[in-house]
């Protein structure tokens, strides 16, 4: 199984980026799927999690409100649209495929994982 992402890019605070993850097998569609980021010198955070059929989502507090996780199946693609975004959303987001159907906030509910796209919010 392999992932990509990508959408990500330089843009100032207050606006907004829609980040997309491909992946390579039909498989992905019984699996939860999440993005996590990480900005240097920092472990990588949970941001937001989505069921295998998107009814269940689950969004990091510094997040909720601002970013929307969706999901197409028939495109094997995950979406994160992020708005109102702030210097500190700086980092590389990834996405990753979840070991089971509901995703999770943990890194270790994960098996698979994309290269990750550079997201940099100036103010």
């Known amino acids: 199984v392999q992932l990509q992402a990508f959408g990500g890019g330089l843009v100032q605070a207050g606006d907004s980026l829609r980040l997309s993850c491909v992946v390579s097998r039909r498989t992905s569609s019984n699996n939860g799927m999440g993005w996590f980021r990480q900005a240097p010198g920092k472990e990588r955070e949970f941001v937001a999690a989505?069921?295998?059929?998107?009814?269940?989502?689950t969004y990091a507090d510094s997040v909720k409100g601002r970013h929307t996780i969706s999901r197409d199946n028939a495109k094997n693609t995950v979406y994160l649209q992020m708005n109102s975004l702030k210097p500190e959303d700086t980092a590389v987001y990834y996405c990753?495929?979840?070991?089971?159907?509901?995703?999770?906030?943990?890194?270790?509910?994960?098996?698979?994982w994309g290269q990750g796209t550079q997201v940099t919010v100036s103010s």
């Open positions: 989505i069921s295998w059929n998107g009814g269940r989502t």
């Open positions: 990753a495929c979840a070991l089971g159907p509901l995703g999770g906030t943990s890194t270790e509910a994960y098996k698979y």
